[in-house]
C-alpha cells in the first residue's frame, strides 16, 4: 500500500523560509518521481516541483525558481521542498505525489498522492 505522507507546513511572513517533506512508503523508492502541488483556494492545482529518483533531475514551475529547491534522501524515502523568499502568492495546500516518472507531474496525473500541508504567507 503507498502512502505519502506530506508535513512541515506553517504560518510564515513574507521573505520567510519552510522546508516541507514528504516520506514515502509502500514503493521503491529509487524507481520512482516524487512531484509536489499546491492548489490555493479558488485556484487550480499547480505542479510546484519534481525530481526523478533515479537521475536526481529536477523540475520547477516558473514561479518558484530561484526560490524553492527539492532534494531527496533515498536512504530514508523522504523528498524536502526548501522553499525561502516565500510570497503571499505562495499560500496554498500543498501535496506530494508519486509516480514512475516527472512526464506525469507534467500532466498532473500522478498515481499516488498524499494529504496535503497548509502553508500561509502573511505580506
Known amino acids: 500500500d503507498v502512502q505519502l505522507q506530506a508535513s512541515g507546513g506553517g504560518l510564515v511572513q513574507a521573505g520567510g523560509s519552510l522546508r516541507l517533506s514528504c516520506a514515502a512508503s509502500?514503493?521503491?523508492?529509487?524507481?520512482?518521481?516524487i512531484g509536489w502541488f499546491r492548489q490555493a483556494p479558488g485556484k487550480e492545482r499547480e505542479g510546484v516541483s519534481c525530481?526523478?529518483?533515479?537521475?536526481?533531475?529536477?523540475y520547477y514551475v516558473d514561479s518558484v525558481k530561484g526560490r524553492f529547491t527539492i532534494s531527496s534522501d533515498n536512504a530514508n524515502n523522504t523528498v524536502y521542498l526548501q522553499m525561502n523568499n516565500l510570497k503571499p502568492e505562495d499560500t496554498a495546500v500543498y501535496y506530494c505525489?508519486?509516480?514512475?516518472?516527472?512526464?506525469?507531474?507534467?500532466?498532473?496525473?500522478?498515481?499516488?498522492w498524499g494529504k496535503g500541508t497548509l502553508v500561509t504567507v502573511s505580506s
Open positions: 505525489a508519486a509516480d514512475a516518472m516527472c512526464a506525469r507531474w507534467f500532466k498532473h496525473s500522478m498515481k499516488h
Open positions: 509502500g514503493i521503491s523508492f529509487d524507481d520512482y518521481a
Open positions: 525530481i526523478l529518483m533515479s537521475d536526481g533531475s529536477t
